[in-house]
């Protein structure tokens, strides 16, 4: 478990309580020691673009090392040439780039000394190129003929590698190469043979140098091909061609190797480095190259070639490699054969390196130096930079003990002992150098860790004190806690070879001050360190492992606890899939980081993974991570495959696209055929969960193609591309049309229809219809006539009569399965024949049942609809005045012998008739019946005034009503206080029983109080709607009216006039318009002309229709007639009819027009109006 620190990070553990401790970190500088090279140069160009060049050689040691160099194995004085800079305490020094410095050029060796003995170096060699040139020359021309071999030398000059030539024309093109032409390794440009295209004067050697940023060139050189041809030849000049290119060919002849070298030649190849092998070959025809290992381990693979197959290539040799390899170049003249035996060896390596150290006065002491290479180097031993003989036995002073090849070995050391010693091992591809610094010390230890160190951790965590000791001899450290002097024993602690003290899954407890212990044979010592220990950092994040739609967005929040002091040092980040989000929004906001919430919109598939909250402090961090999980609609189908090919089946095979994270639970299966409609898709069938294969049921005659949608359970995916087209053959009918029928026709014809068949039901080319038919009961055989369209009409049929009919689907291949038979009627005429037997019964003032005898079922010539009751207002029983009819119905659907019809007016006389209808029209009407509707309810008063207001009394005038719906027997007058708070007062009655009274002066008022007034007119069957009225008594010594002095005005009497005329017009358009007669829905008839008889229809139409047409004045003040209560419908909607006015619908509009509710919270009344009077002085 990772740990951090507030001063150094620590990670503990204590187990062992005293460590024997040993020298296991660097000698502190502070100690007498030997020469160490800490830093030196290796093989280095100066290049002559360079200011100046740096030969490095640094050491350290106790005293301070002094440097010498060698050049070339001998001394060389740094003061020698003013060029040098040297450095102080260094052996580091520069030389400078000017004049001429070849005479630098050599192998240097650097030499590190003090008092206890000399370090030195490896090699350093120093490289000064010359600069390269071509010589210059006069290159002849070479004449060669047709066919003939030639080699173009290059002989580039010397410099630092890699060097690269290149063949190119004084236009610096390059020359075409191939196998007939190629270059060698060594930049030589041959020619198997020549061809006259070859002739040139300009082919040109370029050499260059990358390292030295030089690019040089050799003079032009001229090749002239010529076309052999004897004297005696007279030939075409095609002939002379053949003759010659005869004369010429042959077989190959190797031109590298040489053949003076024989068949077979030795090549050696460096371990690790690359192997190349050449074989270039001249001939006519152009000889080929081929490649193979003859002895050895036989490669794998084939050899890797270059240079058109004249490379053999071998990178990374191994001693595998070895072996011999054979290149033969053949043509069809012959061939020509050699082999490279190739021997692979290697410089020294190491194998063991002398080691060494820091030991104590006593001791005994083996240096071993081995390494291998090929061939096995020699092994030299140096001390202190000088030669060992290791023939001798070596004394001391300076050494005691014994030497060999591969090992010195040294006894009972001395603090005389220290001592540098090299070993190094050579051969013929290289040298190499290891040293070994024996240090012989004998000091008490040194504590190099500070004293009083603070560390800091978290519960749970390891914690490290250190404790860095140097000694020698070897030091024993043991660690204590706070005043005790007993070491830390449990097994929560551990002591490591370097002194630290770990203690493991700390706890509070552990904080504390720790003491570190030293001691050895020459003293002790000791530091004290201070531990505190912290609150892990703990985390959450929410929601767990989420799941979320594609498109839709989604809230992570990573809720902290740490500890307060680690408040400053407190980072919170996210990460995604190990990557760190960044702090400011990305993609345009789609992603918001802000703190400990990550907001995602629009979630992508990309966004799917792991995301991480990671919190950390000072000391340490935690993580917490949760799995975001994008869910999709699954990806397309792919690679439909279709099988198992039959007439009326074939088998649709699929590969199932991602489903991306919510399992397919369907795949639907479509089709598109493209000789009914092509390019309609339709669903043919579904194959349930994860299946990718259906066996499909076909229609015949059809070119299907099919594609596939898979259903997951976030919804469908795109449709896969389409499969191939299968077609299958035509066949018979497989079904009949259905939804055979006779539609509304002539009387005397009948029209067949049906349901033709769908485009993938016809089966087959030339699809038509056989009908056939007979009246039932009476022909015994069949009818039959074939069509091509979906219908068939008989003329002369009798009217309405029962016929038996089928349809049967017919193509070029055959008929369809036997047909079902329907029956079906001939075409119907209206009724001949009127209902019988009417009788009234008056239930109310507004409402009554008709009653009737239906007529016989063969005189409906039809299917019966129903009855149509008609009705019409004739004169008025109050005045006895006739009225111009205007004809009202409703109709009343099916077989029934009554219905009601409401909305009538009271007291007047009214006739009815009743007719049958079917689906052609109405039949006769019934004789009328003559029937009289009783006395209802008047309207409210026409007006309500209050004139001569005194502070006790006021005068009510009123208006007579606009219907009076009866004989008037009187009016009732009620009043009460009411004020601004809407508080009121009893309600008080006054009968007027003189019909003609129009007036009435009420008494006993208080004086400036505010009234309600109301009026209503009566009749035997009860008193109607109030018109109402409010108003302001005077106060005392208060005398006029508001009507007194307005009255006697000029200008008031002008106003009614003009109002009266008016209103005079306005009665009179209405009255022409009403006698013009026509249908007109209810409402419309109610809003133009307020009619009392409509009242009624409101007020009675669902009550009882009881004797008592008295109905109860609703209102949130009081009641007038508190003991009556509203009465409830006794009959059913269902008995009354459909009318013109469009009121008494199935869907009940009837009670919508005609219900008889009242406004809540006031006394019922219209055209009411409220008058103020104020008090006169």
């Known amino acids: 478990m990772k740990m951090l620190l507030s001063t150094k990070g620590i990670t503990i553990c204590l187990f062992f309580f005293v460590l024997s401790l040993a020298v296991a970190i660097g000698i502190p500088l502070s100690v007498v020691q030997l020469p160490t090279i800490t830093e030196q140069s290796r093989t280095q160009v100066a290049y002559p673009f360079d200011e100046d060049f740096t030969i490095k050689c640094e050491a350290r040691g106790n005293p301070q090392p002094i440097f010498n160099w060698t050049k070339d194995g001998k001394p060389f004085d740094l003061l020698s040439d003013p060029r040098i800079v040297a450095f102080n305490n260094s052996g580091t020094f520069v030389i400078q780039n000017r004049g001429i410095i070849t005479n630098f050029q050599g192998k240097y060796r650097c030499f590190a000394s003090n008092m206890l003995g000399t370090a030195m170096s490896e090699e350093i060699e120093l490289i000064v190129p010359s600069v390269p040139k071509f010589p210059k020359e006069k290159i002849e021309p070479l004449d060669v003929e047709h066919g003939d071999s030639v080699i173009l030398h290059c002989n580039p000059p010397k410099g630092i590698p890699p060097l690269h030539i ?26 198997a043979n020549v061809e006259e295209n070859d002739s040139r004067s300009d082919y040109c050697c370029f050499a260059a140098f990358p390292r030295l940023r030089t690019i040089v060139q050799k003079m032009p050189m001229t090749l002239k091909v010529s076309r052999f041809k004897h004297a005696n030849d007279s030939g075409s000049p095609n002939a002379a061609v053949t003759k010659a290119n005869f004369i010429k060919e042959r077989k190959p002849k190797l031109l590298i190797p040489p053949e003076s070298a024989g068949s077979s030649s030795s090549v050696t190849v460096i371990k690790g480095g690359v192997l190349l092998l050449e074989c270039i070959a001249e001939g006519l025809p152009t000889p080929h190259l081929s490649w193979v290992k003859v002895t050895g381990n036989l490669p794998k693979d ?11 290539k071998i990178d990374q ?22 082999e490279f035996h190739v021997h692979v060896e290697e410089p020294p390596r190491w194998i063991k390196e002398p080691e060494g150290g820091v030991y104590s006065v006593g001791t005994n002491l083996v240096l071993l130096c081995e390494a291998i290479g090929n061939p096995e180097p020699t092994i030299q031993w140096k001390l202190n930079g000088m030669p060992i003989d290791s023939k001798c036995k070596v004394q001391h002073p300076p050494l005691g003990g014994r030497i060999s090849a591969r090992e010195i070995s040294l006894t009972n050391l001395q603090l005389q002992d220290s001592a540098v010693y090299q070993c190094e091992a050579s051969n013929k591809h290289g040298t190499i150098l290891a040293s070994a610094n024996v240090n012989v010390l004998n000091i008490a230890p040194l504590i190099l860790t500070s004293d009083g160190e603070n560390y800091a951790t978290v519960v749970g965590y390891s914690a490290f004190l250190h404790c860095e000791i140097f000694a020698s001899p070897a030091a024993d450290i043991r660690w204590t806690k706070d005043d005790s002097i007993e070491p830390l024993s449990t097994l929560r602690y551990e002591l490591n070879k370097n002194g630290t003290l770990e203690i493991k899954e700390t706890k509070k407890e552990d904080s504390g001050s720790y003491a570190c212990w030293a001691a050895n044979s020459v003293g002790k010592r000791a530091i004290t360190a201070n531990l505190d220990v912290r609150d892990a950092t703990k985390l959450v994040v929410t929601p767990k492992n989420p799941r979320v739609l594609k498109s839709h967005s989604i809230l992570l929040k990573c809720q902290s606890e740490y500890d307060s002091h680690l408040k400053h040092s407190f980072k919170l980040s996210w990460r995604k899939d190990g990557d760190e989000l960044p702090v400011n929004s990305t993609e345009d906001g789609r ?27 000072s000391l340490d961090s935690v993580t917490a991570e949760l799995q975001l999980v994008v869910l999709d609609v699954p990806d397309p189908p792919e690679d439909l495959q279709l099988s198992e090919n039959q007439n009326r089946s074939v088998r649709l095979s699929w590969k199932a696209g991602a489903s991306h994270n919510s399992p397919i639970n369907e795949s639907i299966i479509e089709f598109e055929e493209n000789r009914w409609e092509p390019g309609r898709w339709q669903e043919l069938t579904r194959a349930p969960g994860n299946d990718t294969t259906a066996l499909l049921s076909l229609a015949p005659y059809t070119n299907y193609q099919f594609r596939v949608v898979s259903v997951n359970a ?10 191939l087209r299968y077609a299958t053959p035509p066949a018979a009918p497989d079904k009949n049309p259905e ?3 006779v539609e509304a026709s002539e009387p005397n014809e009948m029209v067949m229809k ?38 068939l009409t008989l003329r002369n049929t009798p009217t309405f009569v029962p016929y038996e009919i089928k349809v049967q689907a017919v193509n070029n291949l055959g008929s369809g399965p036997e047909p079902n038979v329907t029956i079906g009627y001939s075409g119907e005429d209206v009724p001949d024949a009127a209902p019988s037997g009417i009788s009234v019964d008056i239930i109310n003032s507004t409402l009554v049942r008709v009653f009737w005898f239906g007529i016989p079922r063969d005189r409906v010539r039809g299917h019966l609809r129903g009855y149509k009751v008609s009705w019409w207002k004739t004169k008025s029983m109050l005045d006895g005045k006739r009225h111009h009819p205007e004809k009202h119905f409703l109709t009343f659907v099916g077989d029934r012998n009554y219905g009601m019809i409401p909305g009538l007016e009271p007291f007047s006389e009214f006739r009815v008739t009743v007719s049958a209808y079917n689906a052609k029209g109405d039949g006769p009407e019934s004789s009328p019946v003559v029937f009289e509707t009783p006395e209802g309810v008047p309207e409210q008063p026409h007006f309500l005034r209050i004139l001569n207001v005194d502070k006790d009394s006021v005068t009510l005038s009123w208006g007579l009503p606009k219907k009076a719906n009866g004989h008037l027997t009187g009016y009732i007058l009620q009043y009460q206080i009411i004020n601004e708070t809407h508080e009121i007062g009893p309600l008080n009655n006054v009968s007027v029983t003189n019909r003609s009274t129009l007036s009435w002066r009420l008494s006993g008022l208080s004086s400036s109080t505010k009234y309600k007034f109301y009026v209503k007119a009566c009749t035997v069957k009860g008193c109607g709607k109030p018109v109402t009225e409010e108003g302001l008594t005077m106060a005392e010594g208060t005398y006029a009216g508001i009507y007194d002095g307005i009255s006697t005005q000029g200008w008031f009497i002008g106003l009614m006039c003009a109002i009266a005329l008016l209103t005079l017009l306005l009665l009179t358009i209405c009255f022409v318009r009403r006698n013009k007669g026509g249908k007109y829905s209810v409402k419309e008839k109610e809003d133009l002309h307020p009619d009392p008889e409509a009242q009624s229809i409101k007020d009675e139409i669902f009550g009882e229709y009881s004797d008592s047409d008295e109905k109860p004045l609703k209102g949130s003040l009081q009641s007038i007639n508190g003991d009556i209560k509203a009465t409830e419908s006794a009959d059913s909607l269902v008995d009354y009819g459909e009318g013109e006015h469009g009121m008494f619908n199935e869907d009940g509009s009837f009670i919508g027009a005609y219900s008889g509710s009242k406004e809540k919270g006031s006394v019922e009344s219209t055209g009411s109006s409220t008058a103020t009077f104020p008090l006169h002085a």
Request: a negative charge; hydrophobic letters at 30%; glycine letters at 6%.
């Open 754 to 791: 049906w349901e033709p068949l769908k485009p993938v039901e016809r089966n087959g080319p030339g699809l038509e219809y056989k009908v056939s038919w007979r009246q039932r009961g009476v022909e015994a055989d069949w009818n039959e006539e074939t069509v091509k369209k979906h219908s």
């Open 591 to 617: 992603i918001i980081l802000d703190r400990d919430t990550l907001f995602i919109s629009s979630v992508t598939l990309e966004d799917q993974g792991v995301y991480t909250c990671v919190a950390s402090t």
């Open 317 to 338: 040799v191994t001693a595998a490699d070895e072996g011999t390899y054979q290149c033969t170049a053949s043509n069809p003249m012959g061939r020509a054969k050699h």
């Open 739 to 741: 939804n055979i029928r």
């Open 166 to 191: 290149y063949w190119m024309n004084i236009d610096l093109q390059h020359i075409p190469q191939d196998e007939r032409v190629s270059m060698s390794l060594k930049g030589d440009l041959y020619f």
């Open 714 to 723: 976030v919804g469908r995916s795109q449709p896969s591309k389409p499969s």
């Open 302 to 312: 084939e050899p890797e070639t270059e240079n058109f197959g004249k490379i053999l």
